[in-house]
């Protein structure tokens, strides 16, 4: 299933993705925050994975307001993005999940920010406990490339003009939970321009595919080879790796 509503979009500016599977408990506050900021000069995308809950019901609701719907099945996350990229008619895109919040004023704040020439811009980011309402707020690396110390990537708060996509590629589909590491990473290997914006985007729900803790060894071991694979394909060094696999097992052990 496939609906288009709007017949001007060569002329957006930011482009909006939205992937969803199953997510009808959070999918209309995301949906939502994205509609009470939208401009002529913003489209809106959702990617559905083949729900099999109320998602595309909610979704519907919103039609109208909603430039383009997809819903058919994927082969994970990251096919999912590289759809709605590939749908996509902005010079920048942004990818909000399906249980986040983009904060008020954070499309009039990228709009204002637009350089022609950049590739990526960096913004702050919240990762969101909705349960207690505790907030830890979050400023995005502006050095890309692998060290021996955590790295915040901050996805949710990153925006990619489509042209660098085009130049430096797409979400690899073998990635499943890491493809957001594993692209920005490519990106500052291979020279990508960045902007940091002193600006709070995204209020990141914790609960996410990346974010769930627990004891389980098939999550640490899919993780630990997903990491190690990424390093590979960008040719990181020992360091980096050595540090990953002690602060993975530590969390395994800990049950974090």
């Given at each position: 299933?496939r609906?288009?509503n709007?017949?001007?979009?060569d002329l ?16 209309e506050?995301t ?7 939208k ?7 959702i990617?559905?994975?083949?729900s099999?809950d109320?998602t595309l019901e ?16 994927d082969q ?13 008619h902005?010079?920048i895109?942004a990818l909000l999940?399906?249980?986040d ?6 499309v ?7 350089e ?12 969101w406990n909705?349960?207690?309402g505790e907030?830890?707020h ?5 050095d890309?490339?692998?060290?021996c110390?955590?790295?915040y ?7 990619i ?11 690899d589909?073998?990635?499943?939970v890491?493809m957001?590491i594993?692209?920005?990473?490519r ?7 960045m ?9 990141f729900?914790e ?5 769930r803790?627990g004891?389980d060894?098939?999550?640490y ?5 997903e990491?190690?694979?990424i390093?590979d394909?960008n040719k990181?060094?020992?360091?980096p790796?050595i540090?990953d ?6 969390k395994?052990i800990?049950?974090?």
């Open positions: 299933m609906i288009c709007s017949e001007e979009l957006k500016l930011i482009s909006i993705i939205t992937v969803t599977y199953n997510s009808a408990e959070t999918v506050e949906i939502k925050s994205v509609l009470s900021q401009t002529e000069a913003v489209e809106y995308i990617i559905d994975g083949c099999t109320n909610i979704v519907k609701k919103y039609e109208k307001d909603i430039d383009i719907i997809v819903s058919e099945k994970g996350i990251s096919d999912a993005f590289n759809k709605g990229i590939g749908l996509a902005g010079q895109i999940n399906s249980d919040i983009l904060n008020k004023g954070a009039e704040c990228l709009i204002n920010n637009y022609p020439g950049i590739d990526m811009y960096r913004g702050r980011m919240a990762i909705c349960k207690t907030k830890r979050i400023e995005p690396a502006m890309l490339l692998p060290h110390h955590k790295i990537y901050a996805h949710p708060s990153t925006y003009t489509k042209s660098a996509y085009e130049k430096y590629g797409l979400y589909i073998k990635c499943k890491k957001d594993d692209l920005l990473m990106m500052a290997i291979a020279g990508a321009s902007k940091y914006i002193p600006f709070e985007f995204v209020d729900r609960g996410g595919v990346s974010t803790r004891r060894f098939n999550v071991k899919k993780s630990l080879g990491t190690m694979y390093y394909k990181v060094g020992l360091l790796r540090y696999f002690i602060r993975l097992s530590v395994f800990l049950g974090r």
